[in-house]
T-cell receptor
Framework: AQSVTQLGSHVSVSEGALVLLRCNYS??????LFWYVQYPNQGLQLLLK??????LVKGINGFEAEFKKSETSFHLTKPSAHMSDAAEYFC????????????FGPGTSLSVIP | EAGVAQSPRYKIIEKRQSVAFWCNPI?????LYWYQQILGQGPKLLIQ????????DSQLPKDRFSAERLKGVDSTLKIQPAKLEDSAVYLC??????????????FGQGTRLTVV
């Protein structure tokens, strides 16, 4: 079975600073990995996904993530935080053998300080 | 393209009452998911449908929760009787699943359930 951990339930950054949200996964077979964002009172929106092609994945709103198999990590970064990035971020994992079952991490709440 | 529609947006009920949530997925999407998101936690998969068949319901509390997907399109999730710990946001999502795990899931806005 696969699982996801996210280090840091809450992260605060200054506007314009680097955003780094951490995600580590566990999977006995090659994983597919996702980052979703959730704004208050909204559903989840896909930021980006890793599907075993390029290890550096670029997503929407300037976010990107790098798959590192040796570290079982898929950290999310953005060079310069914007006020509109304040939201909840979820890392998720699935595998080809799990029939699209997507397992989510506990989430990281990002605050952006002006 | 219309998104995933859910209703109601909010619901408050007393414990031991019953409640039902409705989801209309994106047209043509074969896979439909129901997730439970308790405050401060990530979404937990309750049940997954492929067309109108159940693929995974291993985390669905079957003594009180039930779900169906009519004609492989709309879906309803029911709780009877509700407990205080069922207070959560119930998210519906759908995907085309054309390439199995590569498909992106699109989420509705969710139904916020409060059990008092």
């Amino acid at each position: 079975a696969q699982s996801v951990t996210q280090l840091g339930s809450h992260v605060s950054v200054s506007e314009g600073a680097l955003v780094l949200l951490r995600c580590n996964y566990s999977s006995s077979v090659p994983p597919y990995l996702f980052w979703y964002v959730q704004y208050p009172n909204q559903g989840l929106q896909l930021l980006l996904k890793y599907t075993s092609a390029a290890t550096l994945v670029k997503g929407i709103n300037g976010f990107e993530a790098e798959f590192k198999k040796s570290e079982t990590s898929f950290h999310l970064t953005k060079p310069s935080a914007h006020m509109s990035d304040a939201a909840e971020y979820f890392c998720a994992v699935t595998t080809k053998t799990s029939y699209d079952k997507v397992i989510f991490g506990p989430g990281t709440s990002l605050s952006v300080i002006p | 393209e219309a998104g995933v529609a859910q209703s109601p947006r909010y619901k408050i009920i007393e414990k031991r009452q019953s409640v039902a949530f409705w989801c209309n997925p994106i047209s043509g999407h074969a896979t439909l998911y129901w997730y439970q998101q308790i405050l401060g936690q990530g979404p937990k998969l309750l049940i997954q449908f492929q067309n109108n068949g159940v693929v995974d319901d291993s985390q669905l509390p079957k003594d009180r929760f039930s779900a169906e997907r009519l004609k492989g399109v709309d879906s309803t999730l029911k709780i009877q009787p509700a407990k205080l710990e069922d207070s959560a946001v119930y998210l519906c999502a759908s995907s085309s699943s054309g390439d199995g795990a590569l498909a992106e899931a699109f989420f509705g806005q969710g139904t916020r359930l409060t059990v008092v």
